[in-house]
Structure formats: structure tokens, C-alpha cells
């Protein structure tokens, strides 16, 4: 028992060393794995942080050469230079080469043909990499800015960023690239800062695998670091950069070239094939750490003797220890995850504000939300010197609005103080005091303030002002962010100055490109060049449009002008050719056809002017063409509407003559059958001679309603009902082998027309139609109404009304050709055989339907029949429903009163005379006006009816009757004419208070015609 108990005791105090020895231990480790995990954490951030800004970095070189590719006037002029084949570029291209390199630090500035041939070099360099040329095969192919990444070039371990700008030429070909060479020793490169926070270690690797090498791209430090560019052998396992190119991401151990121990993170850069290794050595790591394990040691005897005490304590120690610098680490990473998000996001701001007033109400906004301040502002000096408020965000203890104190003001009216350098105030309790804002900051919770200046070429223009709530917050890395803030502020500021001017300029530029492209477009202008030494052929959009043309369908070259010239115009363009070459005229006017997108041919006048050599041959010609195709065929209107009146004139002259010989073979005619009996041989003779006299008689009355001359009276129509009323004639006109069908709107509006020529009109179309289907077929006749919506094109382009009744006429025939169509309408133009049709129908149709202020046009093609459309006025007004015909009396109606007949024409007063007095009137015969006046006024008017022709010389019908009306206004007035030219109104209407018998008539008709005159009241009586 007594050997036992020290044994005991002894086992006792070795276990409690040998757990004390434990614990010592596995605090140690357990601290420095703690340690490990913070400065991994640390490493992961520093490398996402630098990862974006390298992302960031590479964008807005992407950016600035976007920017270079919309300055279409630089592009123009590189343009020009590439295609010159020049050795240099002309002066002022080489000073816009030398302000985009300043302005954006590049190493070297490179003009490069497709081929890959360098046209310019700032440098000096012949010849572009691999990896260059094909970055510009692709900018070429897809017209877009692109970037190669890294390039090294022989001689040279320093990489470049090579961006591929393409140059788009006037002609919209790609004539090469402007290549901007930039280094990764700009200030602004992401890495050049080095560690953000202090370290004796820490550093950043850039680097990418190079088909079986690593190839370093960027190395922040060069202490027993390879060159950039130098690749590194694959066999070096253990360097973090190789076990990132195996694919491992996220934090490392590893070896790093010096063969020291490091804690490396691994982060690929987005878009890019680069890799990013932030790497820390671990005895920087570990340096607290090392000094504490010596202490750790030398305690641990003390603590073995003192087991229970010197674990509690230790423990106790070490847990404070750990808790506080947790604490504090993750403060740390809390601050600078803050300041770095805040600086990311104004390098956001920067990049893509194009605004003054909103960069710096973001920057303030930016300062608030991401950088914890408790209000912010921003100030701008005006021209007086004076700051003034520009932008604000947070919690606003009401001074700014009252600020007026002049610049480096120092007598502490505001709670900051603005100079050249960051102004701090970590105590404004301390410092307030008596000052007339201290109390609105203590209520509003400001404990301490800071402002950075915003500069502009070394000059002080604003400032950036911030508030925070806890005393001492403004440290070094705050301060070193808010001035890195402010420079990126005062950069764009600047920047956006800049880009005012320029946007200017380019604004004044293209308004005057606009003005003159508008004044271009205006007079339906195209434009086009040719040089004929090279044969380039340039054309303007208009010169396009005029012929209906997309880009892609030119070729660039002449042929785009002779291919589609008109076969018939090729000689006089020759011949025309020729006389210039000849005559050394440097100007001219040509008028041709060209080939429209359609098919169809437009017509072109061309303005052309050439420009020749000392020698005379000709180096360019410029153009302007104009589409005069409308008026041409306004000219071909013309001339068809003069050819159409003269022709009418002719036939109306025709129509007067013919109709007063008709007359008197007619009457002669009638009067010998009114004297022989029905069996009479000679009553069969007579009948053939009145037979053919009627014939001869419609064909006048076609060449009267032809030519417009013939008088008619227009009333309200229902062209239903003319259709229905002509039906079953027409039925009888073309046959039982032709079925006709009608399809009549019952909504259809009335017209205001002459019923009668209506279904003149209805008759001479079946005719037509019927002559085309001689193997029958089927006959539509279809009316409705047409609204401007859905309008049909017609012939007549002055029709004004809003609604149309419509009728149409369809056949099933043998249809007509082009050449058919066009001449339809022409007058004595048929296609059917001699002696059957005399080429009046359709033109006799035309002009009824014109002098009614309707169209009519056609629709048909070979073999698959005609549709003829007729479009009339709608009229509010309803037809008056038809007047059952009235039954013929048995006797011809006579009487008994006094005629005084007027004829100038001796055979023609005879005849009629003789039908007068068969009619039983006591007739009296003047042989013209002047005879007529006399005879009344010897009778004293003692007439009861005056018959009268038109056309006689010096006193004509028509002026007859006016001055009879005036001196006899109770003598009824009959006219009778064969042209009633001189007596129809404007639009072909009689004059009110006239009767109008038409010459040639029958018997009959002058007994009807005299009864129903007779039986009416005078007009003045």
C-alpha cells in the first residue's frame, strides 16, 4: 500500500502531464489551423476582388475599342489609308494615332491589313503574332471589336493585350484593323497595386497553360519569380500555378519557385483563360504564432507542476486570445469587403455613367449603401470660386443647402474643410464646439468626417465629402479608398468633358450629314460613283430604293448599272458614250430605263458629271439619278387624252354632216311608204333604204356618245334596276349557249347617270363578251358598293368621292393579251374579223362612263377570260322607281297649230317641211336665224311652236332661241341637231328650259316629240 500509493500519485501526475503536454498541443495546432483559415479566407476574397477587377480591367478595354469603332470619321480615314496603299499615314491620322496611344498607355499602336500586313507600326514593328492574326481574322469576319489575351512577341518577355478593331470602309468592306497593344505595367492594370493590405510576402501570379508549358503572364513581385512570359515545367507538382492548371480552385498549399512554404488562392478569371494565384508565405502566416510556441514550451514545465492552474488559466488565455482576434480579423475582412465593394461599384458607376450630375449623385449613393457612411455629398466649385452642393444621399443634418464658403475656406463655418489633400476630422465633438452646425451634427449621430478633393488636370474643382457615426473611423485604408474613389470620380468627370466636346462636334458633323442626306432624300435623289480605272462602283440607299435593291445584291462594279439597263436602251447608252469620249463635255443629262427588284423597267433621268486627268481620259464619274417614271406616264395620259379628243372632235364633226344627210334619206324613205301600199315592189326598196338608214344612224349616235357630244340627261339610277330591265335583251343578244347570271347588292347606293347609256353601256359589254366566247361560256354581271378602304385602282386618278356603286362584267371568253389590253379603249381598234365590229363598242363604253364622273377599267389574260369594272358616284338621293311603259296610240299623233320651221340646209328644211304638213301643222320655213327673227316679227310671234336647228352660220340655234324666249317668252322652242356640241352644258347636260330632238328621226318620233312640247306650258310664260 505504501509502494502503491506513490505509484499512484506518480500515474496521477503523468496523466495529468501527459494531458497537460495534450492540451498545450492541440491548442497550438488548433490556434495556427485557425490562423491558416482566416488567411485563407482572406486570400479567397483578395483573389475574387482582383479576378473582377481583371474582368472589370478587360472589359473597358473592350469598351474603348467599341467607342474607337463608332468614330465613323477616324474609321473613314484609316479606312482610306489601308485601301491608298500608302507607306504612311497622312499627318493629321498619324496625331490621332499618337492621342490614342497617350490617352490610353498603350506599348504600341498597329494599322494592319487583312492580309496581316502591317500598314503602320508606332513602335516600329513588321509583323504581327499568331495568335494576332488570327484575332483579326476573326474582327474581320464578324465586324466586331476583338480581344486575343496575352501575347508575347519575339524578343520580348513583357505580354501585351492585343484588341482587334476592325475598319469598316464607306463601301461597308472590311479593310483592315486597328490593333492597340497594352501592357500589364499600366497604373490601372489590377494587379499592379500589389497586396491591399500590409504584407511582406503576399503576391499575385497571372498565368495560363500554354500547350504543355505554364506561361507566365503577370508576377507582382520579381524576387525568385520567372520572368513573365517564361513558361514553367510541368514537373513542378507541387507550385500552386500547376495545381491549379490540374483543375483544383479554392485555397492550396504548395511550394512556390523559391521553394518556400505558401498558402496559395486559386481563381480562373471569367471570359478569359487566364488564372489568378494569390499566395501568402506561411511563416508570414504563422510569425505570432512561432514565438508563442517558444513560450508555450517553456511554461509547459511550469504548468506540469501546476496542472489544474495553469490549464484553466492557459485555456482561459488562449480562448480571450482567439475570441479577439477573431473578432478583429473578421472586422477587418467586414472593412475591406466594404471598401472593395464600394470601390467596384464606382468603378461600375464610372464606366457606365455618361452623366455629370448622376456620377456624382451614384458616387454619394454608392458611398452610403456600400461604404456604412452616414451621409455623403459632393460639391462643385463654380466660376466665383465657391463650393457649391452637386449631389447628396443619407441621413442630411441640414448645413449643406446653406454652404456659400469659398474654397480652402478655413475658418470652420462647415463642419469639412476642403484642400488640395484628404481633410480628416476623427473627433467633430471635439472640434465643433461653438460651431453654429455642431448641434445638428450631435443630433443627427455625426462623430466624424472626411473630404477628398476632386481634380481635374491638377486643379481642385469639387469635393466628396463623408460622415460616419463612430469617432476615429477615418483609418489609413478608409482614407486610401475614399482618395482612389475620388481619382476615379475626378477621371470620369474629366473624361465626360471630353466626350461632351467630342459628341459635339460629332453631333454638328452628322446634322450637316443629316441635313444634306435629307435634302437628298427629299428630291427622291440617288447618288452614285464609279471609278472606271478600277471599276468601283458606289451607290447611295436612294439609288437603291429606286430600283427596290438590298446591298447584297450589288456587286460593286458597273454591271450593277448594265445589267439592269433596258435591251433597247444598250445602243443609245453606247452611242452616248462615245460622243463624250469624243467631245470632252464634262457634263451631260441621259434619260433611260432600268430594271426594277419587281421586274418591271423605271424610267431614269440621270445627272451626270465627269471628272478627267491632264490627259483627258476620264478617272471618276459622279451621278445623280431621279425617277421620272410617274411622269412619264403622266405624259402618256396626256397624249392619250389629246389623241382621244381630237379623234372625238373629228367624230362629232363626222356625226353633224352624216346625221343631216341621214335625215333626209330617212324622211324621203318614210314619206314614199306613207304613199304606197305594203305590196307595193317599190315599199320593199324603200324599207331596205329606212333600214339602212337607222344603221347608219346608231353608228352616229356611238361616234356622238364617243366623242362626248352627244347630249344627255342625267337622274337619280338604280343600276339594279337597269340590269334587271336589260336582262332579258341581252339574254336575246348572246345566245342560248352563253348562260348569264347577275348578283346584285340590294344595299347598292343610286348613281346619277343617263339611264339609257347605262344600258348602252350593259349592251355594248355583253356584245364584246359575247364575240369572245364563240363556243359559249358564262356571262357575270355582279354589282356593289366600294368604300375607300377597299377601293379598286381605276383608271382615273381625280376621283374624289367617298362611295362607289359598282358594277362589273365577266366573261369566260378567250381573254386578252398585254398588248390588248392597252389598247381597249382605243377608238375603231378591234381584234375581231372584217366586218364584224367597228371598234366603237369599248371607246363608245369609256366615254359614257367618263362623262358620268365615273372610271372603268379591265382585268383579263389569255385563256382565262375579261372582267370589266365600272365605278360611279354614289348619290344620297333614291331612284325613282320605272314608269310602266305607256301604250303607242293607235293613230300617229298630229295637229293643227303653226310651225315655224328654221333650216339653213335647203333638203333638210324640205323633208321636214313635207313631215310637218303630213302631220297636219300649218308650217312657215325660214332659211336661218336672221330669216326667223324677221317672220316673227312681221307675225307679231303669231306662232305656237318654233323648230329650229343648231348648227346654222351667223345666228345658231342656240342664240335663237335666247333672244326668242326674251321677245316671245309665250312661243314654245323645239331643237333639233345632229351635234349638239354648242347647246350641252359643261358635263354634257342640257341647258334648263331646251327640247332637244336628235337628228336623223323618224316620223313618229317628230309627232311625239312636237305633241309632248305643244302639250307643256313655255318656260317664261
Known sequence: ??????????????????????????????????????????????????????????????????????????MHEIADFLASGSAEPPESLRTDLKVIRESNTLVDLLLVRPSGVVAYSSSGRDHVEQEEAESLRMAISTRTVVCSGFVFTEGDNKPHLALMIPVVGQAGGVDGALMMCIDDTQENFPLNPGWPVPSDSGKFLLYRDDAGSMQFLFSSSTQDMPDSGAPAPRDAVRLPAMQALRGETGVVSGLDCRGNEVLAALHPVPDTSWLLTAEIDRDEILAGWNDQAVLIMLLLAALLCLPVMGMVLAQGEARR???????????????????????????????????????????????????????????????????????????????????????????????????????????????????????????????????VPLQKKGSVIGALCFYAEQRGYFGEGEIAALKEMAGDVSYALEHLDELEQREAAERALNESREQLQQAVSAGNIGLWNWDPVNDHFVVSPEWRRQLGLEYEQLTGTIRDFFDRLHPDEAPRVEEQRAILRASRRKSFNFEFRLRHADGSYRWILSLMSLRRDASGATERVLGANVDITERKILEQEILQSQKMESIGRLAGGVAHDFNNILSVI?????????????????????????????????????????????????????????????????????????????????????????????????????????DAMPKGGKLQITTWSETPARRLTAPESGIKHPVFSCISITDSGTGMNSEQLERVFDPFYTTKSKGHGTG??????????????????VSSEPGNGTTFTIMLPAQEAVAKPAEPPQECAEDRPGGSERVLLVEDEAFMRDVTERMLVKLGYNVVSAVDGEDALEKLTKADGGFDLMLSDVIMPRLNGAELAARVRESWPGLRILLMSGYTDDIIGRHGVLEEGIQLLNKPFKLNELAEKLRAVLSKPPVNA
Open 1 to 74: 500500500m505504501v509502494h502503491q500509493r506513490p505509484i499512484r500519485v506518480f500515474a496521477l501526475l503523468a496523466v495529468i502531464a501527459f494531458a497537460i503536454t495534450a492540451g498545450c498541443l492541440w491548442f497550438f495546432f488548433s490556434q495556427r489551423d485557425a490562423a491558416y483559415r482566416q488567411a485563407a479566407r482572406e486570400l479567397e476574397a483578395i483573389a475574387g476582388i482582383k479576378g473582377w477587377q481583371l474582368t472589370q480591367w478587360r472589359d473597358e478595354r473592350m469598351r474603348e475599342g467599341r467607342e474607337l469603332f463608332t468614330r465613323q470619321i477616324l
Open 321 to 451: 486570445r482567439h475570441l479577439e482576434a477573431r473578432i478583429q480579423a473578421e472586422a477587418e475582412a467586414a472593412r475591406l469587403s466594404r471598401l472593395f465593394n464600394m470601390l467596384s461599384h464606382t468603378n461600375q458607376l464610372v464606366v457606365r455613367t455618361r452623366d455629370a450630375d448622376a456620377l456624382l449623385e451614384g458616387a454619394c449613393r454608392i458611398a452610403v449603401e456600400l461604404g456604412g457612411f452616414q451621409f455623403a455629398w459632393a460639391g462643385l466649385v463654380d466660376d466665383a470660386g465657391v463650393l457649391r452642393p452637386a449631389a447628396r444621399a443619407g441621413k442630411d443634418f441640414g448645413f449643406v443647402d446653406t454652404i456659400t464658403s469659398p474654397l480652402h475656406n478655413g475658418s470652420g463655418e462647415a463642419p469639412v474643410q476642403v484642400s488640395a489633400d484628404a481633410s480628416v476630422n476623427n473627433d467633430l465633438e471635439a472640434a465643433a464646439a461653438g460651431r453654429p452646425w455642431s448641434a445638428a451634427a450631435q443630433r443627427a449621430g455625426i462623430a466624424a468626417s472626411a473630404c
Open 666 to 770: 330617212s324622211g324621203y324613205a318614210e314619206l314614199g311608204l306613207e304613199r304606197l301600199d305594203k305590196d307595193a315592189p317599190v315599199a320593199a326598196d324603200l324599207l331596205e333604204i329606212k333600214s339602212a338608214s337607222d344603221r347608219a344612224a346608231n353608228l352616229t349616235q356611238q361616234l356622238l356618245a364617243f366623242s362626248r357630244r352627244q347630249a344627255i340627261r342625267q337622274e337619280v339610277v338604280d343600276l339594279n334596276q337597269v340590269v334587271r330591265e336589260s336582262q332579258k335583251m341581252l339574254e336575246r343578244l348572246i345566245g342560248e349557249d352563253i348562260e348569264l347570271s347577275a348578283a346584285l347588292d340590294p344595299d347598292l347606293p343610286a348613281v346619277m347617270a343617263d339611264p339609257g347609256q347605262i344600258g348602252q353601256v350593259l349592251i355594248n359589254l355583253a356584245v364584246n363578251a359575247r
Open 840 to 857: 366603237l363598242g369599248l371607246a363608245t363604253v369609256y366615254a359614257i362612263v367618263t362623262q358620268s364622273k365615273g372610271s372603268v377599267s
